[in-house]
């Protein structure tokens, strides 16, 4: 099949793009490079170095003309997305909406969507979190996310085009860049030079890690399993910012304690993931558990300083 990888050159669809090609597809990834890397792009890849806002995707889109499209290019940031909602609505919400009707136009039959398992939410005592929950984000960037949902809905209900929204928990691994979604790249980073990592809140909040390799394998999966539903891509357990850094500094002998700094607006408390529906739908489970995939990341960073 042809597809087109929208931030391909980025941490998570890059790792997708290499398999997608390792398994025989044509892949055509477009990125603007204001945070993916040249070094991520597959030379197997057809490249474009475009913004999924641009007028120039319709040329793209009638060119190649992709069967599928996995849209992974965002604003990812929930600070930034807190200080520029405007912007997060552009780039998150405008720029899908192009990549769309692009896709409409030329006859795309499906879109892999990265939603988020955690903005979606937002903060609630029902945990592990169910697709089920109400949807109550509680930043811009979550609120484009749930809002993207909604539209892809409609093109499937109202247009006919397939979709899969995989709502992911925090990913991590080789090739992350840090940023506010990367914690484990930023502390990882952090003890690598000897410094200290800042911890913002006490520290107690909970997430769910899960490996991209494992997030590969679900948009593998989603290629062709799951029809116009949102499925939770995590580990289903539950992991604080703490027990996160002492497992990292352990592994490193990494002796600084970390600073705690006053918590970040528009960021959720605690939130893991129910991923019974993923194992149903996409017949996909996570296979590798926190401490292998730290090391596995550990030893990535290394080897690129």
């Known amino acids: 099949m042809k597809i ?17 090609i390792k398994l025989g597809h044509d892949v055509v990834i477009v990125d603007n490079l204001s945070t993916g890397k040249k070094e991520n ?50 780039v998150n919400i405008a720029g899908l909406l192009n990549i769309l009707q692009n896709a409409y136009k030329t006859g795309v039959k499906r879109i892999i969507f990265a939603s988020s398992g ?15 929950l109400p949807k109550k984000p509680l930043s811009p960037y979550g609120i484009a996310k749930w809002t993207s949902e909604l539209y892809l809905n409609f093109y499937a209900s109202v247009l006919g085009m397939e979709y899969v929204a995989l709502r ?18 930023i502390f990882i980073k952090q003890m690598l030079k000897n410094k200290q990592c800042l911890i913002f809140g006490d520290g107690t909040q909970l997430r769910d890690y899960v490996y991209v390799a494992d997030v590969v394998r679900a948009n593998v999966a989603a290629l062709t399993k799951g029809k116009n539903i949102g499925i939770n891509i995590g580990t289903s357990v539950p992991t ?4 996160l850094y002492d497992n990292i500094a352990e592994i490193m ?26 194992r149903k739908i996409l017949d996909w489970e996570p296979k590798i558990e926190l401490i292998s995939g730290l090391k596995k990341t550990i030893d990535f960073f290394k080897e690129e300083l």
């Open 4 to 20: 087109l990888v929208t931030g391909g050159a980025g941490f998570i669809a890059s790792h997708i793009t290499d398999s997608y």
């Open 240 to 243: 604080s910012v703490n027990k």
């Open 253 to 278: 002998d990494f002796n600084i304690k970390a600073k705690h700094m006053a918590a970040r607006p528009g960021e959720l408390y605690k939130n893991y993931l129910d991923n019974s529906l993923a």
């Open 118 to 132: 955690g903005v979606v939410y937002g903060d609630t005592n029902q945990l592990p979190c169910t697709e089920e």
């Open 41 to 90: 792009i597959n030379p197997k890849a057809t490249f474009y170095e475009v913004d999924i806002r641009s007028p120039e995707l319709g040329k793209i889109f009638e060119k190649e003309k992709p069967e599928i499209v996995c849209h992974h290019a965002a604003q990812m940031d929930v600070r930034v997305s807190v200080e520029k909602p405007q912007y997060d609505a552009d």
């Open 168 to 185: 992911y928990a925090n990913v991590y691994g080789p090739r992350q860049a840090g940023g506010e979604a990367g914690v484990i790249a």
